[in-house]
């Protein structure tokens, strides 16, 4: 019902920055609950950060101060500005799309690649 496509990761070296940017299709968006994930190799997926409809954001500790979510209603797309990356970032990032319906309600996207060298 709602598809999700990611883009914005590459290979950056520590202390630089990256932007993610999710764009979700359908008309829905605005009431969605949006996240971002990130799975590192023989790791267990890791929540991020999570900006809710009214705007209100949360994230991990690891990331505080250096990670910002955000929305564009108008776009339907959900943005992370990762600023002085660290090589401990270094992951598959994923967008999730998360709406109070019945069934189907959680989506996710493809998973973008980031890369901090050291």
């Known amino acids: 019902q709602v598809q999700l496509v990611e883009s914005g990761g590459g290979l950056v070296q520590a202390g630089g920055s990256l932007r993610l940017s999710c764009r979700a299709s359908?008309?829905?968006?605005?009431?969605?609950?949006m996240g971002w994930y990130r799975q590192a190799p023989e790791q267990e997926r890791e929540w991020v950060a999570t900006?809710?409809?009214?705007?209100?954001?949360d994230y991990v500790d690891s990331v505080k101060g250096r990670f910002t979510i955000s929305r564009d209603n108008r776009k339907n797309t959900v943005y992370l500005q990762m600023n002085n990356l660290e090589p401990d970032d270094t992951a598959v990032y994923y967008c999730n799309f998360k709406a109070p319906w019945r069934g189907p309600n959680n989506f996710w996207g493809q998973g973008t690649q980031v890369t901090v060298s050291s």
């Open positions: 900006i809710h409809a009214d705007f209100n954001t």
């Open positions: 359908g008309n829905s968006f605005q009431i969605a609950v």
